[in-house]
């Protein structure tokens, strides 16, 4: 899974999301898998099925969803509502239906926001047999009486669930799972925020000059799809996973990254993604911040961290679900969620990883004796040329401030501190940090040694 052969090099974040963004995805069904065959054109994708009726814990995978057209017909034979048109004008997961109803009984069936009266919802109904349309509460209340033609050409049938998953080798086994999830039809922040940014996140690990860990991404319908991961490969996450994160809602108008800690939140182990997550929020809380984990709200975190298995998997998120108008509607564009903040997001949570990676390996200047002739290597400015680095298309370095994180990493290297605890000493970010010990590795000044 580490090969990127027949993998498009170039990323164009904007183009693959007015790809992605018509289909109608749900937990299961070719919208899914269409969904994820676009995705693989970028990152190398091993497609996994799983079989309906697969029992996964205390959960049976549903039968695959399909549906073709529907229409709702009003009295004098014009269009209501089109799935054409937009579809989230259809109960996701709706049955089939093609009967003559009179309005009072199709209220039943219909669904708008009295509170958002521009907006049509999100609305689905996967584990209970219902059918239904979505439309704006303002074409709602134009309805007049009489009888309507409810169309919804759509079945069930014993299929698969579909998910994806890309893997870059480390140095060892151990392992960091990076998952979003594939399953929402056309939401802008709340459905593919997530994989365009894991995506992006994918092309930025890859592009490590050396990884420690084992890095896994992995893309999956949300709830059922975490569950049926963790039926195939929960044993082996407990053996091997050193942290993690899901990524949800990376776009939108908030500037701050925010975690969602661990439900264990182990404070009495410093190197865990927890205590990464607090560190950033300390010293940089313009830039991130941390909530408590929770239960009654969110995304798969919650199964990767439920008692049975408890493991380190932190949420990271931009505006948050529901706490944004838009959420699970129709004004949940591409224009709301904004593409620069998805790619901002990718940056900031590579930096995290990057500094995780690092994490209790203690670090050791390999030219103890005196300051190294920094001139000679291009990393003193001189008169003329003002440092700049580019670790990447990313990073960009202020002369001054460069040329001081390197002189303290190298006096603080002294074979008794991380990285973090050098940030710490200094006051600084450790994801500022990284990417000035990693030039000072390239030329073998500084050397990562065994965890503190």
């Given at each position: 899974?580490?090969?990127?052969?027949?993998?498009?090099?170039?990323?164009?974040?904007?183009?693959?999301?007015?790809?992605?963004?018509?289909?109608?995805?749900?937990?299961?069904?070719?919208?899914?898998?269409?969904?994820?065959?676009?995705?693989?054109?970028?990152?190398?994708?091993?497609?996994?099925?799983?079989?309906?009726?697969?029992?996964?814990?205390?959960?049976?995978?549903?039968?695959?969803?399909?549906?073709?057209?529907?229409?709702?017909?009003?009295?004098?034979?014009?269009?209501?509502?089109?799935?054409?048109?937009?579809?989230?004008?259809?109960?996701?997961?709706?049955?089939?239906?093609?009967?003559?109803?009179?309005?009072?009984?199709?209220?039943?069936?219909?669904?708008?926001?009295?509170?958002?009266?521009?907006?049509?919802?999100?609305?689905?109904?996967?584990?209970?047999?219902?059918?239904?349309?979505?439309?704006?509460?303002?074409?709602?209340?134009?309805?007049?009486?009489?009888?309507?033609?409810?169309?919804?050409?759509?079945?069930?049938?014993?299929?698969?669930?579909?998910?994806?998953?890309?893997?870059?080798?480390?140095?060892?086994?151990?392992?960091?799972?990076?998952?979003?999830?594939?399953?929402?039809?056309?939401?802008?922040?709340?459905?593919?925020?997530?994989?365009?940014?894991?995506?992006?996140?994918?092309?930025?690990?890859?592009?490590?000059?050396?990884?420690?860990?084992?890095?896994?991404?992995?893309?999956?319908?949300?709830?059922?799809?975490?569950?049926?991961?963790?039926?195939?490969?929960?044993?082996?996450?407990?053996?091997?996973?050193?942290?993690?994160?899901?990524?949800?809602?990376?776009?939108?108008?908030?500037?701050?990254?925010?975690?969602?800690?661990?439900?264990?939140?182990?404070?009495?182990?410093?190197?865990?993604?927890?205590?990464?997550?607090?560190?950033?929020?300390?010293?940089?809380?313009?830039?991130?911040?941390?909530?408590?984990?929770?239960?009654?709200?969110?995304?798969?975190?919650?199964?990767?961290?439920?008692?049975?298995?408890?493991?380190?998997?932190?949420?990271?998120?931009?505006?948050?679900?529901?706490?944004?108008?838009?959420?699970?509607?129709?004004?949940?564009?591409?224009e709301f969620m904004r593409i620069e903040r998805v790619e901002d997001a990718a940056v900031r949570i590579n930096q995290f990883f990057m500094a995780f990676d690092f994490e209790g390996q203690t670090l050791h200047n390999l030219s103890p004796n005196g300051e190294p002739n920094l001139g000679k290597r291009g990393l003193y400015?001189?008169?003329?040329?003002?440092?700049?680095?580019?670790?990447?298309?990313?990073?960009?370095?202020?002369?001054?401030?460069?040329?001081?994180?390197?002189?303290?990493?190298?006096?603080y290297s002294d074979g008794n501190r991380d990285l973090r605890g050098i940030a710490e000493i200094v006051k600084a970010p450790v994801t500022q940090l990284v990417p000035v010990a990693l030039q000072l590795e390239s030329h073998d000044l500084v050397q990562r040694g065994a965890r503190a």
């Amino acid at each position: 899974m580490d090969s990127r052969a027949n993998v498009s090099d170039t990323l164009d974040l904007s183009a693959i999301f007015d790809e992605l963004y018509p289909l109608c995805r749900s937990i299961t069904g070719s919208g899914t898998r269409r969904s994820l065959e676009i995705i693989g054109r970028h990152m190398p994708l091993e497609i996994v099925e799983v079989e309906s009726g697969t029992q996964v814990f205390d959960w049976t995978v549903p039968p695959q969803w399909e549906i073709e057209s529907a229409t709702l017909t009003g009295p004098d034979g014009k269009t209501v509502v089109d799935f054409a048109d937009h579809n989230l004008h259809v109960l996701n997961y709706s049955e089939p239906v093609d009967e003559k109803i009179e309005l009072g009984e199709l209220q039943k069936h219909l669904h708008s926001l009295p509170a958002m009266p521009d907006a049509i919802p999100y609305v689905t109904s996967y584990y209970a047999p219902k059918w239904g349309f979505c439309l704006t509460d303002r074409q709602r209340k134009t309805l007049k009486p009489g009888t309507y033609h409810a169309k919804i050409d759509s079945r069930k049938f014993k299929g698969h669930l579909t998910y994806g998953v890309a893997e870059l080798k480390g140095e060892t086994d151990e392992l960091v799972l990076i998952t979003s999830y594939v399953c929402h039809p056309s939401l802008a922040n709340n459905e593919l925020s997530g994989p365009l940014g894991l995506l992006s996140l994918y092309h930025k690990i890859a592009q490590w000059p050396k990884r420690r860990y084992t890095y896994r991404f992995l893309l999956i319908p949300e709830t059922i799809g975490s569950i049926c991961y963790l039926a195939a490969h929960g044993e082996e996450l407990r053996q091997r996973l050193k942290g993690g994160a899901v990524l949800t809602c990376l776009g939108g108008h908030s500037k701050i990254l925010n975690f969602k800690l661990t439900r264990a939140d182990v404070l009495d182990q410093p190197y865990s993604v927890d205590h990464l997550a607090r560190h950033l929020a300390d010293v940089d809380p313009q830039g991130w911040k941390v909530r408590q984990f929770t239960p009654t709200s969110g995304s798969d975190e919650r199964q990767f961290c439920s008692p049975g298995f408890n493991l380190p998997m932190v949420q990271i998120a931009r505006t948050v679900y529901g706490q944004y108008d838009e959420y699970h509607t129709s004004l949940d564009t591409k224009e709301f969620m904004r593409i620069e903040r998805v790619e901002d997001a990718a940056v900031r949570i590579n930096q995290f990883f990057m500094a995780f990676d690092f994490e209790g390996q203690t670090l050791h200047n390999l030219s103890p004796n005196g300051e190294p002739n920094l001139g000679k290597r291009g990393l003193y400015p001189s008169t003329n040329s003002p440092l700049t680095w580019r670790l990447s298309s990313d990073t960009v370095f202020d002369a001054r401030q460069t040329l001081n994180q390197i002189l303290q990493i190298l006096s603080y290297s002294d074979g008794n501190r991380d990285l973090r605890g050098i940030a710490e000493i200094v006051k600084a970010p450790v994801t500022q940090l990284v990417p000035v010990a990693l030039q000072l590795e390239s030329h073998d000044l500084v050397q990562r040694g065994a965890r503190a």
